[in-house]
């Protein structure tokens, strides 16, 4: 091979690892602690001064063994994320804990990480959880049971039901992010504000505008917290 088509090849592998970091940056010291008041514009938080930062930084007293209400949720679902705006000390640490209450027949409906891969563990109950592949959308979905657990990769579309009716179920999931950001499809999608036009949304999903305009007039709420 000549040395220029050698060199050439060695550019663009260069460009493409480069250009592969797509996840929360490496950390380039033992912690960036957020400073919530800085003025200053970074990627995340700046960092607090390092001798002003003590344990609390790290801690949360978040109650995570807790069951959450699911009642009041359409979904029957309630979300508490612990991330950086929790727990200062994440900032650049490109990880966050969540735990997911499920009611009876419940669901955390189909929605996506655009920063964060989630690793997930069942608690207590079953779990019908799945995620489905860029195009082409293959599903792969699995039951879970207490102690299972299941990775959703960062960016899929993802979900969990509980199949039971009369039994409630919990989960412990940690997202490779220290803001993983959740975008509930239906939300995104039906509940936008200003609204999404129902012409272009009556073709996307192949329904008549009507369907579409009472989906829109649906109340989209969030079940994080
Ligand atoms: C989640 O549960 C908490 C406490 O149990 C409650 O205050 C909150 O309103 C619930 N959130 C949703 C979205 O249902």
């Known amino acids: 091979m000549a040395s220029s088509t050698c060199f050439l090849l060695v550019v663009v592998l260069a ?25 200053v514009r970074v990627n995340g938080f700046a960092c607090k001064d390092p001798m002003a930062v003590n344990a609390d930084d790290f801690f949360k007293a978040a109650m995570l063994d807790k069951p ?58 079953t ?5 489905v592949t860029s195009n082409p959308n293959k599903l792969f979905a699995k039951v879970l049971n207490k102690g299972d ?22 989960a412990i999931a940690a ?4 803001n993983p950001g959740a975008i509930t499809i239906a939300n995104a999608v039906f509940g936008s504000k200003p609204p999404i036009s129902d012409d272009v949304l009556a073709k996307a999903f192949q329904v008549e505008k009507r369907t579409i ?6 109340f989209w709420e969030n079940n994080h917290n």
């Open 127 to 131: 779990l019908y959880v799945g995620f």
């Open 213 to 218: 305009d009472w989906l829109q007039a649906q």
């Open 175 to 178: 997202l490779s992010s220290q």
């Open 68 to 125: 959450r209400n699911t009642m009041m949720s359409k979904v029957g679902s309630n979300v508490t994320l612990i991330n950086v705006m929790q727990i200062p000390g994440l900032n650049t640490l490109g990880i966050s804990l969540a735990r997911i209450d499920y009611a009876p027949l419940g669901q955390n409906p189909p929605h996506t990480h655009p920063r964060a891969t989630e690793i997930l563990t069942v608690l207590e109950g």
């Open 15 to 39: 460009l493409i690892t480069s250009q592969a970091i797509a996840s929360d940056p490496s950390p380039l010291q033992d912690f960036c602690v957020a400073d919530k008041y800085s003025p």
């Open 149 to 170: 657990v299941f990775v959703f990769p960062q960016g899929l579309i993802h979900f969990q039901f509980n199949p039971i009716y009369d039994k409630p179920a919990v």
